[in-house]
C-alpha cells in the first residue's frame, strides 16, 4: 500500500518513517503542501494520506472534504496536536475513509491506527473517543493573553509565523508555541476559522485586511 505523509515537521516525518517501516508498505512519498498532495494522490489515487491538518494549509474543512470527495480511493489519517470536537463530528460524518490518532497518542495505538489504515479501516484513539462520549458543557469565555491577542492580530492579517516572529524579534518556535495556543484556546483548527474570530472579535476591521 502507498503511503503520503502530508506534514511540514521533520521531527514527526522521521517518527512515521520508522513506524511504517515495520508494517507492510511500498512506498512512502512526503508532501509539503495542498498541491503536492493533489500532485502525488494523481500519480497514486490508491494511497492512505497521513495528514496533520492544524499545521498543514487547509483553511476550513471544507477544502478535506473536497479532497475526499476528489480522490475516493484515498483513505485519510488525521495526525494532529489538537483538534476542536466540533471539527471531530464532522469529519466523521464526512467519510468512513477517515481515521484520527492524536500526536500524543502512545506508540501501540499510533501502530495499531497505521496497520488498520493500510487495509482502509478506521481507527478513532481513545482521547478522541473520550472527547466524543463526554457530556456537552458550556463552554467558558475565551481569554487570551494580550500577547496572544497581537498574534492573533497578525496571523488574521495574513502574516506567517515567520513574518510574525521576526516583528517581535522572538523566535519561530515561540510564536508557533503562541499559534498552537491560541487555536486550543478558540477552538479552531485553522488560520480561516482563527481569521473569522478576530473578525467577530472586532480585533481586524476591514479596512486593516484589505490593504
Known sequence: MNVIIADNQ?????????????????????VMDKAGLAYQLKETPVAVVILDYTLFDFNDIEELMIIGQRFRDAFLVLFSEDLSIDFVKN????????????????????????????TH??????RIAEMLL?????EE???????????????ALGMTTKEIAEKRISSFHTVNTHRKNIFRKLGVNSVHE????????GLVDSAEYYI
Not at 121 to 126: D, F, K, S, T
Open 134 to 138: 463526554a457530556p456537552p458543557v458550556v
Open 91 to 118: 469529519v466523521i460524518a464526512m467519510s468512513s475513509q477517515v481515521s484520527i490518532i492524536m500526536k500524543e497518542s502512545p506508540l501501540p495505538e499510533i501502530r495499531q491506527c497505521l496497520s488498520l489504515a493500510l
Open 121 to 126: 479501516q478506521r481507527y478513532i484513539c481513545q
Open 194 to 201: 482563527a481569521t473569522k474570530y478576530a473578525f467577530r472579535a
Open 141 to 155: 469565555i475565551t481569554n487570551l493573553t494580550k500577547t496572544e491577542t497581537e498574534i492573533l492580530k497578525d496571523i
Open 10 to 30: 521533520g521531527i514527526t516525518q522521521a517518527g512515521l518513517m520508522y513506524v511504517l517501516n515495520q508494517l507492510e508498505t511500498t512506498q512512502v512519498k512526503v
